[in-house]
């Protein structure tokens, strides 16, 4: 080997050391602008409906709210969708590969938005790079467990703050519900319930084809859209109606079901269930491209002895325990204890103690509901201070999103899924 050849791997070795780098001052240059009224930039990777949601959040916090926040770069596969978001914003900052922008020094924050299959990978990249992240729900798709695990690794060992994208958890109904139970307001809890009832499949069939002649190209980047999911031809189908494919998104299990089931999660103060089993199917809209279910019902059981039913449909609305509190969505959960349960109704925490209880009759004023706003600014404050929990915090959403890919796998195999808590893995 002459004295200017490289080994391939010394080009590995190489780049390693060069990824730490940069890695590790990018964190440096987070730290440096920490503090309650530092400025923060934020990007966001994937521009499309639910994304647009939170750059007129932001914008808000921006103009109106006094947040020292700045939306300073976009990313999208698509470019229509791109150049649309960033001139709104009057950015130069476009990418169409989503490391370029996580790469951006400008960028502070990451807001990912993507196709369920593309948040771990890309949330992993951004904490690694020492970037905040808001990902939205599911945190990954439902055959990701294991890139799951990895990214409630990474969080845990990050400096940045991560927030999953279960913006209900901003009410605060489930934490004071949360302290009521740990108080011993229904004695030990035993069984709980809770669900999504919805009429009509908007969320899944009604995905708009922003253009029905689209192709692969400068324009269009399908590889980059499928990911680590199997390789397909592409179809403008696939790619802009993606919720309605196993390969990208699971019905109302994992689109649904994160903002039902992470307030019950967060109340029982449950982790990694010990079974799961499941069942469902396509039942009332058995559209030709449909494949993921439009009815699904998880059973839930804990090392804790508690059981949990998860039930839902996209065929009816009628939620049986009435809406879910303070603008929050899905069906009210219902938490029974040995001694008394506590339900949610006009705006209180009510305990109804059980036949033979001493406990005695009560009800606690919710002290505020859902809020985006909120939702954003407490994330915000807590990038700035480098402190979490957040308000959705990574291993809240890893002991839900467990739950919800256990009954996939369940339902998937026709079996019972087991979780293995020695080996951190799911077992059917």
């Given at each position: ?63 109106d709210g006094g947040e020292a926040v700045e939306l300073v770069a976009f990313c999208d596969v698509y470019g229509p969708r791109l150049r649309r978001a960033a001139e709104a914003y009057g950015s130069k900052r476009a ?109 899944e069939r009604g995905m708009p084809v922003d253009d029905p002649k689209a192709v692969p190209g400068p324009d269009l980047n399908w590889t980059a859209f499928l990911g680590d999911s199997p390789r397909r031809p592409f ?16 019905g109302p299990v994992t689109d649904l079901y994160p903002h039902a089931f992470t307030p019950v999660v967060h109340m029982l103060g449950v982790k990694f269930p010990a079974s799961v089993v499941a069942d469902g199917g ?147």
């Amino acid at each position: 080997m002459g004295p200017n050849e490289v080994t391939r791997r010394e080009v590995v070795r190489r780049g390693g050391a060069i990824a730490a780098t940069l890695a590790a001052a990018s964190t440096a240059r987070a730290s440096q602008r920490t503090g309650p009224n530092s400025r923060l930039g934020v990007g966001f990777i994937g521009c499309g409906g639910r994304a647009g949601a939170h750059m007129q959040t932001l914008h808000w916090l921006k103009t109106d709210g006094g947040e020292a926040v700045e939306l300073v770069a976009f990313c999208d596969v698509y470019g229509p969708r791109l150049r649309r978001a960033a001139e709104a914003y009057g950015s130069k900052r476009a990418y169409g590969d989503y490391r370029l922008l996580i790469d951006d020094p400008a960028v502070d924050l990451v807001c990912i938005a993507t196709p369920d299959h593309h948040h771990a990978a890309q949330a992993i990249a951004a904490l690694k790079a020492g970037k905040h992240v808001y990902v939205e729900k599911p945190i990954t798709h439902w055959r990701q467990f294991r890139l799951l695990r990895e990214l409630a690794h990474t969080a845990a060992s990050s400096q940045a703050v991560l927030q999953c994208g279960t913006q209900g958890m901003s009410c605060s109904a489930w934490e004071q519900a949360r302290q009521l139970i740990a108080a011993g307001a229904i004695g030990q809890p035993i069984h709980a319930e809770a669900g999504y009832f919805r009429v009509g499949d908007w969320g899944e069939r009604g995905m708009p084809v922003d253009d029905p002649k689209a192709v692969p190209g400068p324009d269009l980047n399908w590889t980059a859209f499928l990911g680590d999911s199997p390789r397909r031809p592409f179809s403008v189908d696939r790619f802009f109606r993606w919720r309605l494919f196993m390969d990208y998104a699971g019905g109302p299990v994992t689109d649904l079901y994160p903002h039902a089931f992470t307030p019950v999660v967060h109340m029982l103060g449950v982790k990694f269930p010990a079974s799961v089993v499941a069942d469902g199917g396509i039942y009332r809209y058995p559209y030709e491209l449909r494949e993921v279910p439009d009815t699904f019902s998880l059973l839930i059981d804990y090392p804790e002895k508690i059981s949990v039913a998860l039930m839902g449909t996209q065929g009816n609305a009628h939620s049986g325990t009435g809406p879910a509190p303070s603008g929050s969505v899905g069906r009210a959960p219902v938490i029974r204890g040995w001694e008394a349960t506590l339900t949610f109704a006009g705006g209180n925490i009510v305990i109804t103690p059980t036949d033979g209880s001493s406990k005695q009759p009560s009800s606690v004023r919710i002290e505020r509901g859902e809020d985006l706003v909120e939702f954003w600014k407490s994330l915000l404050a807590a990038a700035r201070s480098g402190r979490g929990p957040t308000a959705s915090p990574m291993d809240l959403a890893y002991h839900t999103q467990a739950a919800l890919l256990m009954g996939m796998a369940a339902w998937r195999a026709g079996k019972t899924a087991r979780f293995d808590a020695l080996r951190e893995s799911i077992v059917v």
